[in-house]
């Protein structure tokens, strides 16, 4: 598709494009900043200079600044972390003027991209214990440490995962998963004196911890987006306050 051909697609199909590779850049955890910029310059390919967006972390509005004008939106109720998709859809957005799929193949292939699901719930619980059990061991584990770390780190995963299905709150979800990290913490360390706690425990929740949604939020500051970046930070500690709650009941409980 070149730029001629661009200019013959519609404002309704041009905004179209634009909302969907916002909600994709969204849910795959972009900076709001970074959205925003991405819909801006799609719609200046089609001349479309006078869109205006507001993002936030739950919702993305595009409109212009006329009283009978256009208006957009999307709303956005969970949010990962896929940087793969976030680089494709950027590089999309500053190669579209030599785009070689016309309007309906670009929507689809969008769809595909919105639609492309995660790895299974096996295959994000391995990738998590093997993150908990290199941490756990960079801090100074043994072997019997990166062991528990990897049970740890699995199992809290592999619940979190089944009750992501409920849909049930995010702060309880990362509670449950502190609870089963230190669950396991401590029973490995009563089955074995070569277990360290602290270790174990410490490694098992690095992959939990939201620093993603921290450095987003800190970099939507620094880019002027004030809401975005106040929601985020506040997300980031909220999820390792939930953390912290599951371990400190089990280590409160079992302690007494």
Request: glycine share 8%; charged share 15%.
């Amino acid at each position: 598709m070149n730029a001629e051909k661009i200019m013959e697609m519609s404002q309704e199909e041009v905004l179209n494009l634009a909302l969907i590779v916002g909600k994709i850049l969204l849910i795959s955890g972009a900076e709001t900043y970074r959205v925003e910029d991405t819909i801006i310059r799609l719609c200046a390919w089609r001349k479309m200079g006078y869109v205006k967006v507001f993002v936030t972390p739950t919702a993305i509005i595009i409109g212009d600044e006329k009283a009978h004008g256009f208006t957009c939106m999307a709303r956005v109720t969970n949010r990962t972390t896929n940087l793969s998709l976030v680089s494709e859809v950027n590089d999309m957005s500053f190669s579209f003027g030599q785009w070689p799929l016309n309007y309906k193949d670009t929507k689809r292939l969008l769809k595909e991209k919105l639609q492309r699901s995660e790895p299974s719930k096996f295959v994000m619980s391995t990738a998590s214990g093997l993150a908990a059990a290199c941490f756990a061991v960079m801090l100074g584990g043994n072997l019997a440490d990166f062991g528990a770390a990897f049970l740890s780190g699995f199992l809290a995963m592999l619940v979190v995962k089944q009750f992501a299905s409920m849909r049930i709150s995010s702060f309880w979800e990362n509670a449950v998963a502190g609870i089963i990290i230190a669950l396991v913490a401590l029973t490995c360390c009563r089955l074995t004196t070569s277990c360290t706690q602290e270790n174990i425990i410490v490694g098992a929740i690095m992959p939990f911890l939201p620093g993603v949604a921290l450095t987003n939020g800190i970099r939507d500051f620094m880019a002027g987006d004030l809401l975005s970046g106040n929601c985020r930070i506040a997300e980031a500690f909220l999820f390792a306050a939930s953390l912290a709650v599951g371990i400190a009941v089990v280590l409160r409980i079992w302690l007494v």
